[in-house]
């Protein structure tokens, strides 16, 4: 049974063009994170919710925003992709921050 | 940057024999985990040490962790070709950030 689902798992989308990509649970974690990975590198944290609250990173791009409309959904908005933006982002939740997160498969997203 | 170092960062070994790596970081910690991703995949949790345990077993798996060299290693007994796979041990800081560092990562080759 899929715990953590992200849609869709493959986008393309154009230079500037926006593009949500969503994540959602099924284990009633209070905290959701939004990584993003580029080939052969680690998952850099872009941000996450500790319940509604939300933590942005320092080095995260004003061009990245996300919404947490309720416990189960998350979403990340590009609002104008560049080529470099072209990764795997990946949601993962947990029950307590700081402990085990679950990931989603990823959605990857190619800029044209 | 909390930011791990694994160590190798490739490693091919035949199936059957067994596969260690290596991680250190560099600030005190509360927990360190280990994660396995597949290509083109989410990462999933293998195992979670606290900094008052030195070593934790699951399955094939050993992780030892020294809080006094800020290491870890990660030990896969008699590998399988199904362990190839990328490993990235991740840190979770002791100053109560809720979020995880992820190291550089390890890739794993079983050759059959």
């Known amino acids: 049974d899929a715990m953590v689902i992200q849609n869709p798992r493959y986008q393309v989308t154009q230079f500037g063009k926006p593009v949500t990509l969503s994540c959602s649970q099924t284990l009633n974690h209070n905290v959701m994170y939004w990584y993003q990975q580029k080939s052969s590198q680690a998952p850099k944290l872009l941000f996450h919710y500790y319940d509604k609250d939300f933590n942005n990173e320092a080095d995260t791009p004003d061009n990245f925003q996300s919404r947490r409309p309720n416990t189960s959904f998350c979403f990340l908005d590009i609002r104008s992709p560049g080529l470099g933006d072209a990764a795997m982002y990946l949601c993962?939740?947990?029950?307590?921050?700081?402990?085990?997160?679950?990931f989603g498969p990823g959605t990857r997203l190619l800029v044209l | 940057s909390q930011q791990g170092e694994e160590d190798p960062q490739a490693l091919s070994i035949q199936e059957g024999e067994n596969a260690t790596m290596n991680c250190s970081y560099k600030t005190s910690i509360n927990n360190l985990q280990w994660y396995r991703q597949n290509s083109g995949r989410g990462l999933v949790h293998l195992i979670l040490?606290?900094?008052?345990?030195r070593e934790k077993h699951s399955g094939r798996l050993r992780v030892t962790l020294d809080t006094s060299k800020k290491s870890s290693s990660l030990l896969i007994t008699a590998s399988r070709a199904a362990d190839t796979a990328s490993y990235f041990c991740?840190?979770?800081?002791?100053?109560?950030?809720?979020?995880?560092?992820f190291g550089t990562g390890t890739r794993l080759t079983i050759i059959p």
């Open positions: 040490i606290r900094s008052n345990e």
């Open positions: 993962a939740t947990a029950l307590f921050a700081g402990e085990t997160q679950y």
């Open positions: 991740a840190t979770e800081g002791n100053f109560g950030n809720e979020k995880l560092t």
